[in-house]
């Protein structure tokens, strides 16, 4: 069982970690298949395993970890990073990681893992188990860059309400890996309204507004009831505060 103990310390294995411990490929291909008729293991995807506890008979890997296994630059992003660091308002059946090779989604243990675009290892945190995962400022700008595209705003609002506090330099990083005017237009907007638990210093909102775009640009898609918010040159829903105090549905805001 010394071979199991091994793959149970790394929760999750790839066929490349097996394959380093047998030393040959026949070796590694007899493994998997014994360990897979034994339980003691099962397939997540092609080349990729979980290790099964032998107590629980569950797989020992969380959904962090395996969204983290999926390629060698694999990271979990967006409102799945919100739900690891404990800051999201709920908890989805769908795992977000970016990876820059060609994955594609799939289903384990009743999660869904869903792929996004990668756009670069800057503000990425290797966590003491292994989670690859973007800085909480990170994943504040990646949200709202794609605002439209995962929660949605009532949601990624409420995430931010939960947060302590957000380093206004890695903030600043994180939009400048997206280098797009309008999304400092957004942010600014977005974290000025909720800047009454953050605590943001005056000195990010203006280097936002210095580098915003000198155009007129919508939130998100046009609704009747949105007005123009002169600071940003942005059109939006009048109080932001609507969304959280209302119980607005975030599949209405858009």
């Given at each position: 069982?010394?071979?199991?103990?091994?793959?149970?310390?790394?929760?999750?294995?790839?066929?490349?970690?097996?394959?380093?411990?047998?030393?040959?490929?026949?070796?590694?291909?007899?493994?998997?298949?014994?360990?897979?008729?034994?339980?003691?293991?099962?397939?997540?995807?092609?080349?990729?395993?979980?290790?099964?506890?032998?107590?629980?008979?569950?797989?020992?890997?969380?959904?962090?970890?395996?969204?983290?296994?999926?390629?060698?630059?694999?990271?979990?992003?967006?409102?799945?990073?919100?739900?690891?660091?404990?800051?999201?308002?709920?908890?989805?059946?769908?795992?977000?990681?970016?990876?820059?090779?060609?994955?594609?989604?799939?289903?384990?243990?009743?999660?869904?893992?869903?792929?996004?675009?990668?756009?670069?290892?800057?503000?990425?945190?290797?966590?003491?188990?292994?989670?690859?995962?973007?800085?909480?400022?990170?994943?504040?700008?990646?949200?709202?860059?794609?605002?439209?595209?995962?929660?949605?705003?009532?949601?990624?609002?409420?995430?931010?309400?939960?947060?302590?506090?957000?380093?206004?330099?890695?903030?600043?990083?994180?939009?400048?890996?997206?280098?797009?005017?309008?999304?400092?237009?957004?942010?600014?907007?977005?974290?000025?309204?909720?800047?009454?638990?953050?605590?943001?210093?005056?000195?990010?909102?203006?280097?936002c507004a210095s580098r915003s775009s000198a155009g007129k640009?919508?939130?998100?898609?046009?609704?009747?009831?949105?007005?123009?918010?002169?600071?940003?040159?942005?059109f939006a829903p009048k109080y932001l505060s609507s969304f959280?105090?209302?119980?607005?549905?975030?599949?209405?805001?858009?």
């Open positions: 069982m010394d071979r199991y103990q091994k793959l149970a310390a790394l929760r999750c294995f790839t066929t490349e970690d097996l394959l380093r411990l047998t030393g040959s490929q026949c070796a590694t291909e007899w493994q998997l298949k014994s360990y897979l008729q034994k339980g003691y293991i099962e397939r997540i995807r092609r080349g990729l395993y979980a290790v099964i506890s032998l107590e629980t008979g569950r797989p020992i890997p969380d959904r962090y970890q395996i969204a983290s296994r999926v390629a060698d630059d694999a990271y979990v992003s967006h409102h799945s990073a919100f739900e690891y660091y404990g800051y999201a308002n709920q908890v989805f059946y769908e795992v977000y990681f970016a990876s820059a090779k060609r994955v594609r989604p799939f289903s384990y243990d009743g999660v869904n893992y869903r792929p996004l675009l990668y756009r670069g290892d800057v503000g990425i945190t290797t966590t003491p188990t292994g989670v690859r995962v973007t800085s909480l400022e990170r994943t504040v700008i990646d949200s709202i860059a794609d605002l439209e595209k995962i929660a949605g705003l009532e949601e990624l609002l409420r995430c931010l309400l939960l947060i302590p506090f957000l380093s206004p330099d890695k903030l600043l990083e994180a939009l400048a890996l997206h280098g797009k005017a309008q999304l400092y237009q957004k942010a600014g907007f977005i974290l000025e309204a909720v800047n009454d638990s953050l605590s943001l210093p005056e000195s990010f909102f203006a280097e640009f919508y939130l998100f898609a046009k609704r009747p009831d949105f007005v123009l918010h002169s600071k940003w040159k942005l959280t105090n209302k119980g607005v549905n975030y599949h209405d805001a858009f």
